[in-house]
């Protein structure tokens, strides 16, 4: 795919000198390999329709060079694509830029306005929903994602037969204390309970297979763990992380803060239990009864060897409560794996869902009566 150089930079996105466009990047897959390099870079990505996604909320000086960098990059494309612009229930003028934006371009950039503020997540989900694209790329609609690192995602996407292509910020262009330490703590804790390692979790380029990630749903904040509920759907193996370039942010301020490390944390163990034990939920409670159920029969059976063979007193004693209240809990517990294995198994269904997915399902049920194999 050829990569077409920018003649001028929207407001934004001026030309950074440390960071090489990308048909100077070394793909970091194949660095040390040239021959590997110059092959996968002269091949065309087979045809495809592309839907790049930006929600965006108040970000009315972000939104003109934006749509302006996109169409840059992406003017001698190959193949047809589209631009989704979902305004978040913004206070200021980006819903009037947006539908400027339409109207300067045409019916392909399109404009999904969301009835108040439901947040980001529900942002990229009503954008995700509208994308007719086989393949969706997503990025902030803030400048600090560059839309010039799209083909080459894609490219690679296709090439190497995967499902997602994250974006790595290897040089961001953030405060250290409030943005990359918190970030770089959160990156090794996600990737160590959801065994999908990736550098950068918080990046919000990324391109992906559309059938895959429309195979997920996105609620509250759970964006920052795409990768993760992509896992729950497809094989961490086909899920891989390009190296981009990232911006300063250019105007207005952050919507996040530090604040946000604790709403990781408890997502975080909502993404652990989803992707663990969605079809199996009796098993998640079921050893945490088990375990209190262990702790509380061991102090009983001490409490009750003191008292019958060394006829000690032990009705005041505060380990006899303990040790009835951990057998309580772990009878709860017990009850609460039964009865959530009861709504699992009503929940699939019901819905007609299974617990497992065909990559190719066309393949599988475009079948004859003429595929038997017939005795001889």
């Known amino acids: 795919m050829k990569i077409i150089e920018p003649i001028t930079q929207p407001p934004g996105m001026e030309a950074d000198p440390a ?18 390099q110059e092959q996968l870079s002269g091949r065309l990505p087979s045809p495809h329709r592309l839907s790049i996604v930006i929600p965006m909320y108040n970000e009315e000086q972000s939104v003109a060079p934006m749509a302006a960098r996109v169409h840059e990059v992406l003017k001698d494309y190959a193949y047809q694509w589209e631009l989704i612009l979902v305004n978040d229930g913004s206070a200021d003028n980006t819903e009037h830029q947006m539908k400027h934006m339409q109207q300067q371009y045409g019916a392909h950039v399109r404009v999904v306005n969301l009835q108040r503020n439901f947040g980001q997540t529900a942002a990229m989900q009503a954008g995700i929903d509208t994308a007719r694209g086989d393949i969706i790329a997503m990025l902030d609609g803030d ?14 996407l296709i090439n190497e037969d995967l499902d997602l292509v994250s974006g790595w910020r290897k040089d961001r262009k953030d405060g250290l204390w409030l943005r990359k330490v918190p970030s770089w703590i959160a990156n090794r804790l996600i990737g160590r309970i959801t065994q999908v390692h990736l550098h950068d979790y918080g990046c919000s380029l990324k391109v992906f297979r559309a059938h895959v990630l429309k195979s997920v749903r996105l609620y509250g904040e759970m964006h920052r763990f795409i990768p993760a509920w992509l896992a729950s759907s ?5 899920i891989k992380e390009e190296v981009v370039q990232h911006h300063a942010r250019q105007f207005g301020t952050s919507k996040y803060g530090i604040s946000r490390t604790f709403r990781v944390i408890l997502d975080l163990l909502s993404v652990y239990f989803f992707m663990r034990y969605r079809s199996r939920p009796g098993h998640f409670f079921g050893k945490i009864g088990f375990i209190f159920g262990a702790l509380g029969t061991a102090i009983l059976g001490y409490l009750f060897f003191i008292k019958v063979f060394l006829d000690e007193n032990i009705g005041t004693r505060p380990l006899l409560m303990i040790g009835v209240l951990f057998v309580v809990v772990a009878v709860q517990f017990f009850t609460t794996g039964v009865l959530s294995e009861l709504t699992a198994r009503t929940y699939f269904e019901s819905s007609n869902t299974h617990s497992y997915i065909v990559r190719n399902k066309a393949a599988v049920d475009n079948v004859s009566d003429a595929d038997w194999k017939h005795p001889v």
């Open 19 to 36: 960071h090489p466009a990308p048909s100077a990047l070394v793909h970091p897959c194949t660095a040390e390999v040239p021959e590997m």
């Open 143 to 156: 400048l600090q994602n560059d839309p010039i690192d799209i083909p080459r995602m894609v490219e690679r």
């Open 234 to 238: 497809t094989s961490p193996s086909r």
